[in-house]
Nanobody
Framework: QVQLVESGGGLVQPGGSLRLSCAAS????????MGWYRQAPGEQRELVAD???????NYAGSVKGRFTISRDNAKNTVYLQMNSLKPEDTAVYYC??????????????WGQGTQVTVSS
């Protein structure tokens, strides 16, 4: 009922920047929280940052000061601006959203993931 499509991943050198986007579509009434998670090989998925519908943000300590999460409520889209990237930021990045559908069902939805590789 709700689909999330990420874009913007790729290969970047250490110190570089990338901007991820995630657009939600489908039978959406409203989207509450949106967030970005990442999972490196052999590691558990971890929260990178999230943002509420009113714009309150939360960041993992490892990315604070380097990454910025934002959203466009009119477009049901969340962004992650990643600066000063480090090799340890290499992972598959997933978007998630807590959405209320048009039939008043609340669910947590995930995108398919986008690869971010930081390497020289």
């Amino acid at each position: 009922q709700v689909q999330l499509v990420e874009s913007g991943g790729g290969l970047v050198q250490p110190g570089g920047s990338l901007r991820l986007s995630c657009a939600a579509s489908g039978s959406i009434r409203t989207i509450n929280r949106m967030g970005w998670y990442r999972q490196a090989p052999g590691e558990q998925r971890e929260l990178v940052a999230d943002i509420t519908s009113s714009g309150s943000t939360n960041y993992a300590g490892s990315v604070k000061g380097r990454f910025t999460i934002s959203r466009d409520n009119a477009k049901n889209t969340v962004y992650l601006q990643m600066n000063s990237l480090k090799p340890e930021d290499t992972a598959v990045y997933y978007c998630d959203a807590v959405a209320v559908t048009t039939d008043w069902m609340t669910g947590n939805y995930w995108g398919q993931g986008t690869q971010v590789t930081v390497s020289s």
